[in-house]
């Protein structure tokens, strides 16, 4: 890595460690383990804990798709898992049992005896500068470079180059000058600049080598693993990429494929994509924004609510310590609703579902091009073999998912019948993790009950005018605290209900984690936001016959507007809580309170201080750098933070422009911490993001069912539309505020369940309004559901079904309109298939002729020996 500990003479001089002790074969892999310092007694230096795989601080001499890491695993795939062990950093811990001891020091050596079978070249550098810790460097040869090359299928450039057609006429003109026009935003590298010339690539085979160009064997698999490249490359992505002052500019995906490897540079990718897509989306939810803010004092029902002359007096919003209150009061709260309340969020609902589904498209079609610029078209998803022990039964390496190719252990696999347990288990314990959740928003929702009624006892004039507010804003704070304690404790047991299920290879591992994960994770981080939206305010009962939780608690009820305006500040607290806290601080906080950890373990101070003074290897000075955790905590904050644009957009039209933000901060934050702050993870070849592609597409289709409910069930967007279109005199909203209150006698409260002030006011209260479509007191049914409830609430799930079936269709239109695989990809690559046959052919014919004329030559010369 490129950190600021080493000046560039330093670092230059780091350099000679990359090398093995002839100076002539460079360092690809590099394993470390703990080793005896004379101080330490009876930790002997044979002694390690758990063998694990550690730093990558380079990798295998490899192709675009291969490297040192990517050879090691694979070939530990195909090998006996019994000696499928790797090493740790961790320092010597004491031994108690001398024979332990001898069994770790001998695993170690059966491992370091396999990689010599394999081919590998090993060299042990025991007299290191980092105090404990002893280093194994690994070369990878030519041969074992290839016959690797050709079991992992990886394609490779031939020797065979085309010309890449170009566009012409008036596109090839809006297109040099839609680039020149976005020049300043190009990172300065040259990976984004269009070059007419490629390389035709085929699958390599040591039977094939006549077709590609081995002029150059050094070089020939690419060199992001060789030492000259690898501090080079690091550097131009810490001043590309890994800087705030350039946020502004694209990233260079090509060159952080080219370093990290093609998952990671598809997330970067994937990243890259969503989040300018963002600055679409946050364009529109700002207008939308200040289209409400532009109309609010032209809402008829928000002026009725707010006209002084307005006396409508409302039913307490709790027992006995509240008391009666004017509507009036509420005019803030109606302005402010309105806001995210108006008849532009409907249109917002539907962009944003078509937004999604464009998103979806478009990183389909940026997928497929970065597979062809890659060269993995051809690469198939293989399944991959369980490792075998001994007996014959089946293992994986545990843990490989969160530390990013990292094994801290051997599973063993069992049967179907023998993992019937874990599968109960695995139900049983995601049922409780939810059941927690569920209890967190019910012990959250006493907790607003009860702080309300104590506020309303208040003497005091200032807590008793800001009762709704203060209740609202610390319940969302409780929450938001609660979900990221939950999230910390869910990833945990995700990650033990995963390894206790025993998957049975490592790409089921990571599904299976992710998919339990996302579950937990969603639900602990939406179910508040749920309660808020469809729930509060609905199962309340009414006036004299209220619904209670315990007998003592009554549900929650909505003041004039409140519901959507909790609903907002619910979803903003959250969101920008989690981006804030969870996305940055901890990504900043946790890895240096890690470091400093290691630094109080480890007797890491005085190294440091001589740190400096020292002419360190590379892999001595990345030895200290945090382990690289994996993917998954990476895209699982952008999935979340997804949910969060899309879900309840209707009611926080200004979601995706805090996400923007975020993102903005998140991309930079993210490149910084690759480079600088983590070891380099091993790179692994894939062609898309997985299962994470299927989980975007289910939180886009929910986000159209959800928005529609929002809109038909939360907003006053139907009661108005059936106001204004059923009963309304005139055509007009005015009136709409006295029709959705109801009437009730305050002489049919419940005995004890009365005001205590019933002079609240100044003057005696006879009647009282509360919000709900039910009969007058006078009426021959009182109380009753009236005929307006249900005209409304079929017209609600009318609604419902109609928004749902015009968005999906119109999201199948975009489907259809955006072809999965751009044209001219769709040409090269039929291109290549044709020359590549081509070349194979000629190459062959080329190849069989030099045997013939050999033969010939032969032929006639001993037909001239028989003549003489």
Same mark, same amino acid.
């Given at each position: 890595k490129i950190t600021k500990a080493l000046t560039p003479e330093e670092n230059a001089s780091c350099q000679h460690g990359l090398f093995l002790q002839d100076g002539q074969k460079r360092v690809d892999y590099i394993l470390t383990y703990p080793v005896r310092e004379p101080s330490e007694g009876r930790c002997s230096q044979r002694s390690e804990q758990r063998l694990t795989e550690s730093t990558v601080t380079h990798s295998a001499c490899h192709s675009p798709q291969i490297q040192g890491g990517d050879l090691q695993l694979h070939q530990l795939q195909r090998r006996d898992a019994s000696s499928a062990v790797a090493y740790v950093e961790m320092g010597c811990v004491e031994e108690n049992n001398n024979s332990q001891e001898d069994h770790r020091s001998l695993k170690r050596e059966e491992f370091e005896e396999k990689l010599r079978k394999m081919g590998l070249e090993i060299e042990k550098d025991e007299k290191a500068l980092v105090p404990g810790v002893g280093f194994v460097k690994i070369h990878a040869p030519w041969n074992v470079l290839c016959r690797e090359a050709e079991l992992m299928k990886l394609k490779m450039p031939t020797k065979k180059v085309y010309e890449v057609k170009q566009s012409t006429g008036v596109v090839k003109t809006i297109s040099s000058l839609v680039n020149k026009a976005l020049e300043l935003l190009h990172p300065h590298v040259d990976e984004h600049q269009q070059t007419s010339i490629k390389h035709l690539s085929h699958t390599f085979s040591r039977d094939k080598q006549h077709l590609f160009d081995l002029s150059d064997k050094d070089?020939?698999?690419?060199?992001?693993? +060789?030492?000259?490249?690898?501090?080079?490359? #690091?550097?131009?992505?810490?001043?590309?990429?890994?800087?705030? *002052?350039?946020?502004?500019?694209?990233?260079?995906?090509?060159?952080? +494929?080219?370093?990290?490897?093609?998952?990671?540079?598809?997330?970067?990718? !994937?990243?890259?994509?969503?989040?300018?897509?963002?600055?679409? /989306? *946050?364009?529109v939810g700002v207008i939308v924004f200040l289209y409400g803010c532009a109309t609010v004092n032209d809402n008829i029902p928000s002026m009725e609510i707010c006209h002084p002359k307005n006396n409508i007096t409302m039913c307490p919003l709790c027992d006995r310590v509240c008391s009666y209150w004017k509507l009036s009061t509420s005019c803030g709260t109606a302005r402010a609703s309105y806001l995210f309340d108006n008849p532009a969020t409907v249109f917002f609902s539907i962009f944003m579902a078509l937004w999604a589904a464009m998103f979806m498209e478009h990183w389909k079609r940026k997928q497929m091009q970065l597979n062809y610029e890659w060269d993995l078209t051809g690469l198939e998803d293989k399944e991959q073999d369980p490792k075998r022990g001994r007996d014959g039964s089946a293992f994986i390496l545990k843990g490989t998912v969160a530390a990013g190719g990292t094994a801290t252990d051997l599973i063993q696999l069992t049967s179907g019948r023998h993992r019937l347990p874990a599968y109960v288990t695995n139900v049983v314990m995601m049922l409780l993790m939810i059941g927690v959740t569920f209890a967190v928003v019910f012990g959250v929702i006493l907790y607003r009950i009860s702080t309300q009624a104590a506020l309303y006892m208040s003497s005091s004039p200032t807590s008793r005018s800001h &009762?709704?507010?203060?209740?609202?804003?610390? /319940?969302?704070?409780?929450?938001?605290?609660?979900?990221?304690?939950?999230?910390?404790?869910?990833? #945990?047991?995700?990650? !033990?209900?995963? @390894?206790?299920? /025993?998957?049975?290879?490592?790409?089921?591992?990571?599904?299976?984690? &992710?998919?339990?994960?996302?579950?937990?994770?969603? @639900?602990?981080?939406?179910? =508040?936001?749920?309660?808020? /939206?469809?729930?509060?305010? +609905?199962?309340? $009962?009414?006036? $004299?016959? %209220?619904?209670?939780?315990?007998?003592?608690?009554? #549900?929650?009820?909505?003041?004039?507007? #409140?519901?959507?305006?909790?609903?907002?500040?619910?979803? *903003? &607290?959250?969101?920008?809580?989690?981006?804030?806290?969870?996305?940055?601080?901890?990504?900043?906080?946790?890895?240096?309170?890690?470091?400093?950890?290691?630094?109080?373990?480890?007797?890491?101070?005085?190294f440091i201080e001589e740190e400096r003074k020292k002419k360190l290897h590379r892999y001595e000075s990345d030895h200290f750098l945090e382990p690289f955790a994996g993917l998954v905590p990476e895209y699982m904050e952008m999935i979340i933070q997804f949910g969060f644009v899309t879900l309840f957009v209707a009611s926080f039209p200004l979601a995706p422009l805090f996400a923007l933000l975020n993102n903005i901060i998140e991309i930079r934050l993210d490149a910084k911490k690759f480079v600088t702050e983590l070891r380099r993870p091993v790179a692994t070849r894939a062609k898309d993001i997985g299962i994470w592609y299927s989980i975007l597409r289910g939180v886009a289709l929910v986000a159209v069912i959800i928005n529609a409910f929002v809109i038909s069930f939360t907003s006053d967007f139907i009661p108005r539309m059936v106001y204004q279109y059923m009963y309304s005199p005139d055509g007009s909203l005015h009136g709409f505020v006295n029709h959705t209150l109801s009437y009730f006698n305050v002489s049919h409260?419940?005995? $004890?369940?009365?005001?205590?002030? =019933?002079?609240?006011?100044? %003057?005696?209260?006879? @009647?009282?309004?509360?919000?709900?479509?039910?009969?007058?007191p006078w009426s021959p049914s009182p109380y009753e559901i009236s005929k307006e409830f249900w005209a409304v609430l079929a017209v609600r799930l009318a609604f419902v079904i109609v928004f749902q079936n015009v968005v999906l269709l119109m999201n199948e239109v975009v489907d259809w309109l955006i072809p999965d695989i751009p044209k001219d990809i769709s040409l090269q690559i039929h291109k290549e298939n044709t020359l590549l046959v081509d070349l194979v052919m000629k190459e062959d014919r080329d190849k069989t002729r030099v045997p013939e004329r050999g033969a010939s030559s032969g032929t006639k010369k001993t037909y001239r020996n028989n003549n003489n």
């Open positions: 070089n020939f698999f690419d060199s992001k693993t +060789r030492s000259s490249i690898f501090y080079f490359s #690091a550097q131009l992505l810490y001043e590309e990429w890994a800087n705030y *002052s350039v946020f502004y500019k694209y990233q260079p995906i090509g060159l952080v +494929r080219k370093y990290f490897g093609e998952k990671i540079g598809l997330y970067f990718a !994937w990243l890259g994509l969503y989040t300018q897509m963002l600055i679409l /989306a *946050s364009l &009762i709704q507010l203060t209740v609202k804003t610390t /319940a969302a704070i409780i929450n938001l605290v609660i979900i990221l304690i939950l999230d910390e404790v869910y990833g #945990a047991v995700a990650r !033990w209900l995963t @390894v206790l299920e /025993a998957p049975k290879n490592e790409q089921s591992f990571e599904e299976k984690l &992710i998919f339990k994960t996302f579950i937990l994770k969603f @639900v602990n981080a939406f179910t =508040p936001i749920f309660y808020t /939206a469809f729930i509060r305010g +609905r199962l309340v $009962g009414r006036p $004299g016959q %209220y619904l209670y939780v315990f007998e003592s608690y009554r #549900a929650e009820e909505c003041a004039h507007g #409140a519901c959507l305006m909790e609903l907002c500040i619910q979803l *903003s &607290i959250i969101m920008l809580g989690k981006q804030l806290i969870q996305n940055n601080l901890f990504e900043i906080g946790i890895p240096k309170f890690k470091k400093l950890i290691r630094y109080l373990r480890s007797k890491q101070g005085s409260f419940e005995h $004890g369940k009365e005001t205590m002030d =019933p002079l609240h006011l100044g %003057y005696p209260v006879e @009647v009282c309004r509360y919000k709900d479509y039910r009969e007058p």
